[in-house]
């Protein structure tokens, strides 16, 4: 699929990115897991620190800790640390969505919706891992296997959930597809289901995990409406690649999504795998929209497809809208929804708390504050 211009509206659309820096920046206590970084942060080391500090026994991933220390040591502030971590993750994922889709601000907008949230203000850690993915892709697309599986290990230094990184070369070469599956069901089981992250550390101190993550995501309630709900965020996908594959099209991204459909299904089934579609929710995203915009262009040719495209687009809009909607009242004690957790927007000028998204967010994940 042809490219468009890639620097048509370029300073609107980096200004659009520095307004959502400065969103994140200025945010307080905004988020879910974000507040739970915001309440540890005075707990991690300064650099001068990290000689005497414990990586072994560490929660968390050295990488994470040797970050939070730098920052630390620059500017003693949690909003310093929003800044720098929204200037990252976002200036990452502009510059890749640039790179590579075919039109930028249709797949900004749908970044917006799907995952601007989740990577800015939940998942701090891992979405700077998903960020040094993005730039590996670019080696993995090239075969550059040094390069690519360096910047694996850095991204596995923030998140232990990177380890899925190291098998996905695989989708990258000729192997039949049967064989690709086995690997990544076989990973997958013995990621969750096996003390990887003990054994990592027994051999190599220093590389400690987060020890309780995998076994915590296994004693989830699993229930059929889950299992549901996973399913149908992965079926539109389905349905988009069989339309690509039936027209012949050409798009480098291709290659990650039968493991982005065979994570997602395992995801029905095992919770915690679902953290592992973080990394190909990006390429997932821009090979979902560049279809849609390469049939929309084409219209009078492709009709039948682009509505199947855009029916399938619409089913992910509203499993998103459920996702944003589902009822949080038992965990607030009073009528709220799971995006109260990110509105209403306080800003660090008022260091305003919100009592219903700290009580969805301690309630529901069983934390004391």
Not at 127 to 132: D, G, H, I, Q, Y
Not at 174 to 196: A, C, D, G, H, R
Not at 257 to 277: D, E, T
Not at 298 to 316: E, P, T
Request: aromatic fraction near 22%; proline fraction near 3%.
């Amino acid at each position: 699929m042809n490219s468009a211009k890639k620097n048509e509206g370029k300073y609107f659309y980096y200004l659009f990115m520095v307004f959502l820096v400065l969103v994140c920046t200025f945010r307080y206590r905004v988020g879910g897991d974000s507040l739970h970084y915001h309440d540890i942060f005075d707990s991690y080391p300064y650099f001068s620190e990290l000689s005497s500090y414990d990586f072994k026994n560490s929660q968390y991933n050295f990488g994470w800790i040797i970050f939070n220390a730098v920052i630390k040591s620059i500017c003693d502030s949690f909003y310093f640390f929003q800044f720098v971590h929204a200037l990252i993750i976002n200036t990452t994922i502009f510059y890749f969505i640039k790179k590579y889709a075919i039109n930028k601000f249709l797949t900004i907008i749908f970044y917006l919706f799907f995952n601007f949230l989740y990577f800015n203000m939940e998942v701090l850690r891992e979405s700077l891992a998903v960020s040094f993915f993005l730039l590996s892709i670019p080696y993995l697309l090239n075969k550059k296997w040094l390069a690519y599986y360096l910047l694996c290990i850095l991204a596995y230094s923030f998140h232990s959930s990177a380890l899925i990184l190291f098998v996905l070369p695989l989708f990258a070469i000729e192997m039949k597809m049967k064989y690709q599956i086995s690997i990544l069901v076989l990973l997958t089981l013995l990621i969750n289901f096996i003390p990887i992250g003990d054994l990592i550390s027994n051999y190599l101190g220093f590389l400690s995990i987060t020890q309780v993550a995998s076994r915590n995501y296994l004693n989830l309630e699993i229930n059929f409406i889950g299992i549901l709900a996973q399913i149908l965020k992965i079926i539109p996908i389905l349905f988009i690649y069989i339309i690509y594959k039936r027209k012949k099209l050409n798009h480098e991204f291709a290659i990650f999504v039968m493991p982005y459909l065979v994570l997602g299904i395992l995801s029905a089934f095992i919770p915690g795998v679902y953290r592992f579609l973080n990394y190909l929710t990006i390429p997932i995203l821009i090979f979902a929209v560049d279809l849609f915009y390469f049939l929309l262009r084409r219209k009078h040719k492709y009709i039948f497809s682009y509505y199947k495209i855009a029916g399938s687009l619409c089913i992910l809009i509203l499993m998103q809208l459920q996702y944003f909607t589902r009822d949080m009242t038992k965990f607030s004690q009073v009528n709220s929804v799971f995006f109260n957790i990110y509105t209403p927007y306080h800003s660090i000028l008022d260091e305003k708390k919100d009592p219903i998204r700290e009580k969805i967010f301690y309630n529901s994940m069983n934390i004391d504050n």
